[in-house]
């Protein structure tokens, strides 16, 4: 550890950083049998543990995993960068794609929960769409969005933003549902509107427009493209490099410097 610690700080130093804004050192004194002797704890910053992980021994598995990570966060990054300068109609059917994905993957959650029947599904689809669109029921939003053929779903009809809060809310339903082990089709309906309001709020903290408030494009995703024909980098069968691969989030137990960005977790993304 003190060697790729050292090259760490060499790294931190040449490129112009303030070693101490990213490696903040504790010494303490702890008990060795009948002596004493100082022990140096670091709280780092993101920076840091990027600088420790890159210099450190990749047969060990621990750092493997951790330059793993980094790869995969740096590559995240890139293809945020390329989504943000996309036009529209492409955002739009990248994040149709993705909705059909998580949908699913709530399904899934719904039914171990014990949403079994495609009527009690709707109703509990619906709990979720109450809590983020102010009370509106799937049908309501219909309504609202001007569709007058059942066959027009109204996911077809949101645009890039829309879809956005919606993929966040079926996302974090579907964690809750699975974290706390939901049971029962009372308790999900529930979850599913809670999380939805809780969206609802944070667009509304941030001074973000309701989704029942912006504009419905004018065509169906359907007219724009097909979202089967797009990979959305979300779950654990991404892109990223090309062909699919697991990705998962380094995990570890350094402290952050308080206001500093930060880094180990233990999610899955």
Same mark, same amino acid.
């Given at each position: &550890?003190?060697?790729?610690?050292?090259?760490?700080?060499?790294?931190?130093?040449?490129?112009? $950083?303030?070693?101490?804004?990213?490696?903040?050192?504790?010494?303490?004194?702890?008990? #060795?049998?009948?002596?004493?002797?100082?022990?140096?704890?670091?709280?780092?910053?993101?920076? !840091?543990?990027?600088?420790?992980?890159?210099?450190?021994?990749?047969?060990? @598995?621990?750092?493997?995993?951790?330059?793993?990570?980094?790869?995969? $966060?740096?590559?995240?990054?890139?293809?945020?960068?390329?989504?943000?300068?996309?036009?529209?109609?492409?955002?739009?059917?990248?994040?149709?794609?993705? &909705? !059909?994905?998580?949908?699913?993957?709530? !399904?899934?959650?719904?039914?171990?929960?014990?949403?079994?029947?495609?009527?009690?599904?709707?109703?509990?689809?619906?709990?979720?769409?109450?809590?983020?669109?102010?009370?509106?029921?799937?049908?309501?939003?219909?309504?609202?969005?001007?569709?007058?053929?059942?066959?027009?779903?109204?996911?077809?009809?949101?645009?890039?933003?829309?879809?956005?809060?919606?993929?966040?809310?079926?996302?974090?339903?579907?964690?809750?549902?699975?974290?706390? $082990?939901?049971?029962?089709?009372?308790?999900?309906?529930?979850?599913?509107?809670?999380?939805?309001?809780?969206?609802?709020?944070?667009?509304?903290?941030?001074?973000?427009?309701? @989704?029942?408030?912006? @504009?419905?494009?004018?065509?169906?995703?359907? &007219?724009?493209?097909?979202?089967? #024909?797009?990979?959305?980098?979300?779950?654990?069968?991404?892109?990223? *490099?090309?062909?699919?691969?697991?990705? *998962?989030?380094?995990?570890?137990?350094?402290?952050?410097?308080?206001? #500093?960005?930060?880094?180990?977790?233990?999610?899955?993304?």
């Amino acid at each position: &550890m003190e060697p790729s610690l050292e090259h760490a700080k060499k790294a931190c130093r040449e490129s112009g $950083q303030g070693i101490s804004a990213h490696f903040n050192v504790d010494v303490k004194i702890v008990k #060795a049998g009948a002596t004493s002797k100082p022990r140096e704890d670091y709280r780092l910053s993101r920076y !840091a543990c990027y600088l420790i992980v890159m210099n450190a021994d990749s047969s060990k @598995p621990v750092v493997a995993l951790g330059q793993t990570y980094f790869a995969v $966060q740096t590559r995240r990054q890139e293809i945020a960068d390329e989504l943000a300068v996309l036009p529209e109609e492409q955002k739009r059917l990248i994040l149709r794609s993705e &909705m !059909a994905v998580l949908n699913a993957r709530l !399904a899934e959650a719904a039914q171990q929960a014990g949403v079994i029947e495609p009527f009690d599904f709707a109703i509990f689809q619906d709990h979720g769409y109450m809590g983020l669109y102010g009370g509106l029921r799937e049908n309501d939003i219909h309504v609202r969005k001007g569709l007058t053929s059942d066959k027009q779903k109204i996911l077809d009809y949101m645009g890039s933003d829309e879809l956005a809060a919606n993929a966040f809310r079926t996302s974090l339903a579907r964690q809750k549902l699975e974290r706390e $082990q939901i049971h029962g089709k009372d308790k999900a309906n529930r979850t599913h509107y809670q999380v939805g309001r809780k969206v609802r709020q944070t667009i509304e903290e941030v001074g973000g427009t309701m @989704p029942e408030d912006l @504009p419905t494009p004018e065509k169906s995703i359907l &007219m724009v493209g097909s979202p089967k #024909a797009l990979t959305y980098v979300s779950g654990r069968d991404e892109r990223l *490099w090309g062909s699919p691969m697991p990705c *998962w989030l380094f995990s570890g137990s350094v402290e952050t410097i308080p206001g #500093a960005p930060f880094i180990l977790s233990d999610r899955e993304f």
